[in-house]
């Protein structure tokens, strides 16, 4: 396993890879701002246009999770925050591809996301999942705390209905 810090230039390289990781997410009814049908081509666009922009403008930092050559998984951090929010920063967009999954991948990637955060300053990190979603244990084991529970935040990626939203923090030293 390797994991990569990606600039917009890496983003254009894996952007096929990125896009199967997003689909295959969100066609696994991962949450993650998505809804099937979700083609290809408009998840390659996210990451093309969207986050190429924010990682170029130093707005989100982006890692790669790699298997030998093939892109497994990704997750970002975002650190421009309004100016009362120096101290924090947000974990976005982790996912693994599901062939890859139960492999260590997402734990090594917020693993970096945390030090990551550390090194930009910052004292407080804040996430949002799906609640009872695979992520929350894997966010609970690594010490983030529940503050609170959203009731029907998000529409269901693949079937009709809405879902919760938990938000979790966890603070952080240097």
């Given at each position: 396993m390797e994991i990569k810090q990606f600039t917009p230039a890496d983003i254009e390289?894996?952007?096929s890879s990125l896009a199967e990781i997003l689909v295959q997410t969100v066609a696994n009814d991962g949450a993650v701002g998505f809804v099937m049908p979700l083609s290809r081509q408009e998840a390659a666009m996210f990451?093309?246009?969207k986050i190429a922009?924010?990682?170029q403008a130093g707005d989100r930092v982006m890692f790669g999770a790699f298997d030998g050559d093939e892109l497994a998984g990704t997750g970002q951090l975002i650190v421009g925050m309004p100016n009362n929010q120096p101290?924090?920063?947000e974990i976005s967009k982790l996912m693994v591809h599901p062939n890859h999954r139960r492999k260590g991948?997402?734990?090594a990637l917020m693993?970096?996301?945390?030090?990551t955060a550390r090194q930009y300053g910052r004292k407080l990190i804040t996430l949002d999942t799906r609640t009872d979603d695979g992520g929350m244990p894997l966010y609970l084991a690594l010490g983030y705390q529940v503050a609170?529970?959203?009731?029907n935040f998000g529409k269901n990626a693949i079937t009709d209905g809405f879902?919760?939203?938990t938000y979790m923090y966890k603070s952080v030293s240097q």
């Open positions: 390289t894996h952007a990451w093309q246009k922009s924010e990682v101290h924090r920063a991948f997402a734990k693993m970096i996301l945390e030090q609170g529970e959203i009731p879902h919760s939203t």
